[in-house]
């Protein structure tokens, strides 16, 4: 089996026939969502991610997808994660953020749209974008002390924007009630993010990395103090 190199190329393969004739009346929804979604992504070095909305996740039912799992791997799809309509419901105060991508950035491949019309609490979406952002700022400093073992220096920042864009996303939905169309709106927002070519000058580059870092601990400062 070949590798499936775009969205359409999935949508018109068998997977949506296999998908649904494996969980019959089980399946409420599968779509794609996550980094294969954004910008940057190829599936020649990272899966597409397929994730579901079942009736029920149990073992017993998430069985029945075993058989699919080598054709998956052939054709480069990973199996993500396997939600129930009560299991979102529950977790409206701990995954906001990870609802909202759903939400807002998928490719539907079965079923019924997923999360339709869903409108996180922003207490708790500011909350985890606080969480995250904090996180990230612990890794990019460790990263940064490191940056000089990279292949290439310019991976402290790629790496910084692969791992920021999502948090960024929810921090702009926060902020201003609109999820963002795509990277650019977050460039547009804080200029100091974009990734810029790379150069051989040792204080340009500090400079950015400098400016960088800065730019997220503002945001976070911000998303810390946000009333919502």
Same mark, same amino acid.
């Given at each position: 089996?070949?590798?499936?190199?775009?969205?359409?190329? *999935?949508? /018109?393969?068998?997977?949506?026939?296999?998908?649904?004739?494996?969980?019959?009346?089980?399946?409420?929804?599968?779509?794609?969502? &996550? /980094?294969?979604?954004? $910008? &940057?992504?190829?599936?020649?070095?990272?899966?597409?991610? !397929?994730? =579901?909305?079942?009736?029920?996740?149990?073992?017993?039912?998430?069985?029945?997808? $075993?058989?699919?799992?080598? @054709?998956? @791997?052939?054709?480069? *799809?990973?199996?993500?994660? =396997?939600?129930?309509?009560?299991?979102?419901?529950?977790?409206?105060?701990?995954?906001?953020?990870?609802?909202?991508?759903?939400? $807002? @950035?998928?490719?539907?491949?079965? &079923?019924?749209?997923?999360?339709?019309?869903y409108v996180p609490d922003k207490k708790a979406l500011r909350l985890e974008c606080e969480r995250e952002l904090r996180g990230l700022l612990v890794h990019l400093r460790r990263n940064f002390v490191y940056m000089q073992q990279g292949h290439? #220096?310019?991976?402290?920042?790629?790496?910084?924007?692969?791992?920021?864009?999502?948090?960024?996303?929810?921090?702009?939905?926060?902020? #201003?009630? !609109?999820?963002? $169309?795509?990277?650019?709106? *977050?460039?547009?927002?804080?200029?100091?993010?974009? !990734?810029?070519?790379?150069? &051989?000058?040792? #204080?340009?580059?500090?400079?950015?990395?400098?400016?960088y870092m800065n730019a997220i601990e503002r945001i976070t400062d911000v998303i810390d103090t946000l009333e919502v």
């Amino acid at each position: 089996m070949k590798l499936l190199l775009g969205i359409k190329e *999935i949508k /018109d393969s068998l997977w949506p026939e296999w998908l649904k004739d494996t969980f019959s009346d089980n399946l409420l929804s599968c779509f794609l969502h &996550g /980094d294969c979604l954004m $910008q &940057g992504f190829t599936p020649m070095n990272t899966p597409w991610l !397929v994730s =579901f909305i079942l009736r029920k996740n149990d073992p017993a039912h998430l069985a029945e997808l $075993q058989p699919l799992v080598k @054709k998956a @791997k052939e054709n480069g *799809i990973a199996f993500g994660y =396997f939600f129930t309509k009560e299991s979102i419901a529950a977790s409206q105060d701990t995954f906001p953020l990870e609802f909202l991508h759903i939400s $807002q @950035k998928h490719e539907l491949i079965a &079923g019924e749209e997923p999360l339709a019309g869903y409108v996180p609490d922003k207490k708790a979406l500011r909350l985890e974008c606080e969480r995250e952002l904090r996180g990230l700022l612990v890794h990019l400093r460790r990263n940064f002390v490191y940056m000089q073992q990279g292949h290439t #220096k310019l991976e402290f920042f790629l790496s910084a924007d692969a791992h920021s864009m999502p948090v960024l996303y929810g921090a702009e939905y926060l902020l #201003k009630g !609109v999820y963002p $169309q795509g990277r650019e709106d *977050i460039y547009t927002a804080y200029p100091d993010l974009r !990734v810029e070519p790379p150069v &051989g000058d040792e #204080k340009i580059i500090l400079g950015r990395a400098e400016r960088y870092m800065n730019a997220i601990e503002r945001i976070t400062d911000v998303i810390d103090t946000l009333e919502v």
